[in-house]
């Protein structure tokens, strides 16, 4: 059995990336989504969270123990400097969680999921990378509507995403998703027929 090759799949806020994400599962991929990751390393009990704790203070911590994600991005959001140290303790850890969970797939290609994935630099961990697009005047209306949020916290979102010019540059395959779901679907088939003619990633 070979060894797995490893897809990269990211997109912005609201591009669609779940939708995507979802039908690849459907078709039997093995997927790993870095932000379940980034929950797991977290968690009470991982030494993650006790060292944050310790430089955020308790204010960071829910009454039950576990993290309380606003106010720590609360924090993160308005210095550049915490969010770096965070970002240092976590990249790491992540990294190993995701590459443990990679390691257990058993389909000829297994996809990280990973709205970060070129700005956190996990795009090393795969061989290839999908990039899921939108105009990002859908991205706002989608998110918008999604999460019940107003459009400038989806606007803060975006300027700390990557850009799209950034992304396409690390892309190999772009999906431009401005129709419907069914449309997505075909495109996700189309290019899983393709996925499994390659190896290592590469034609």
Do not use: C
């Amino acid at each position: 059995m070979n060894k797995p090759w490893i897809l990269g799949l990211t997109g912005g806020i609201g591009s669609g990336k779940s939708a995507v994400a979802a039908h690849f599962s459907e078709l039997g991929v093995h997927l790993v989504d870095a932000d379940q990751a980034a929950r797991w390393v977290v968690e009470p009990g991982r030494p993650a969270l006790a060292k944050i704790a310790e430089h955020f203070g308790g204010e960071v911590l829910q009454a039950d123990g576990q993290l309380d994600r606003a106010a720590l991005r609360q924090r993160i959001f308005e210095d550049a400097e915490e969010r770096r140290w965070l970002e240092s303790l976590l990249h790491p850890l992540i990294g190993q969680e995701i590459s443990q969970y990679l390691a257990r797939a058993e389909s000829p290609y297994a996809i990280l999921v990973s709205p970060l994935l070129i700005e956190s630099g996990q795009y090393r961990l795969t061989q290839r990378v999908l990039l899921v697009d939108a105009p990002e005047a859908v991205q706002i209306q989608r998110t918008m509507q999604r999460d019940n949020v107003p459009e400038e916290q989806v606007q803060a979102i975006l300027k700390v995403q990557a850009s799209r010019e950034h992304r396409l540059k690390h892309a190999h395959d772009v999906l431009l998703n401005d129709r419907d779901l069914a449309w997505l679907r075909s495109e996700v088939e189309r290019l899983h027929n393709f996925y499994l003619t390659l190896r290592g990633g590469q034609p």
